[in-house]
DNA sequence: CCTGACACCTGAGCGC
DNA sequence: TGCGCTCAGGTGTCAG
């Protein structure tokens, strides 16, 4: 599932139905879901077997599982990973990953992953500016729902860049937790075409379209998140309903909300990018 | 250093 | 029906 608003709703599930408890034993069933785990999976398994889960964390896309060793569990949702709480005993999902029982014999957490680009892996937890992180997420940015997230550095770090402004909004070491859904979503609001080189984006349309960015997603994660299909759903496996309230991402060819005009679709690296074409006009000095 | 292209996967939906 | 193509909420790696 992928944006911020979605692995936050996974997030909260997991506080809520697997912090505190004690992990009996785990199962990998497909290596590629713990690849970025190097020992591999007879030390994953053997590292969690007996040890208790404290708390369910995230940053930006990332999760993770802080654990009572010290360490944690590091989780990535890829395009289709799904955390699913179940009852022992449920039949298997088609892609289930890796299956972790409890010393309770109440529900186990498993993950499922269609295309298995997301994963698993344990990790040390390292200071990071003022942060207690995984290790291997070190590099992520601050994502708008830290509370010690700062707007003015966001603004600092996307116009320094040089490039296009939907490319520095899914920079996740600029800021962290947007993808493509919303970066659309929050160039609509601040009426930016994607292609806006960010070199030229003066302070206040740069502070505007992060702060879209924070808004769109804040409302989002009230919805339940975004989607489609039931590839994207809580660990219950219930859906979000903010896929009713987008407008500009898969609207292609429907009227946009402010001006009417149809909403249309472009190529943006190997996927779609949605605007309006009156109120996000395209940069005059863009290729595109 | 920084930027952009590409690889990594599976499945759904479409036109022929 | 079936084939081949396109498309999909992401990111690590590598060449230039």
Known sequence: MPELPEVEVVRAGLEAHVA???????EVLHPRAIRRHVLGAEDFTGRLAGVRIDAARRRGKYLWLELDSAEAVLAHLGMSGQMLVQPEGAPDEKHLRV?????????????????????????????????RLPSAIAHIARDPMDPAFDLGAA??????????VKRAL????????????YADEALWRAKLHWARPTDKLV???AEAVLAAAAEVMAEALVAGGTSFDALYVNVNGE?????????????EGLPCRRCGSAIRREPFMNRSSY???????????SSR
Not at 108 to 122: P, W
Not at 155 to 164: H, W
Not at 170 to 181: A, E, F, K, R
């Open 20 to 26: 505190h408890r004690t992990i009996s034993k785990v």
């Open 99 to 131: 299956r972790v029982r409890f010393d309770d014999e109440g529900p186990e957490l498993r993950f499922v992953d269609q295309r298995t680009f997301g994963g698993l892996a344990l990790d040390e937890l390292a200071e990071v500016d003022g942060a």
């Open 155 to 164: 603004v600092r770090a996307l116009r320094s860049r040089r490039t296009e």
């Open 170 to 181: 899914l920079d996740q070491t600029l800021v962290s937790g947007v993808g493509n859904i």
């Open 203 to 205: 302070a206040a349309r």
């Open 239 to 251: 859906s979000g309903y903010f896929d009713r309230s987008l407008d500009a991402y898969g609207q």
């Open 275 to 285: 605007s309006c074409p009156r109120c996000q006009p395209r940069p005059r000095t």
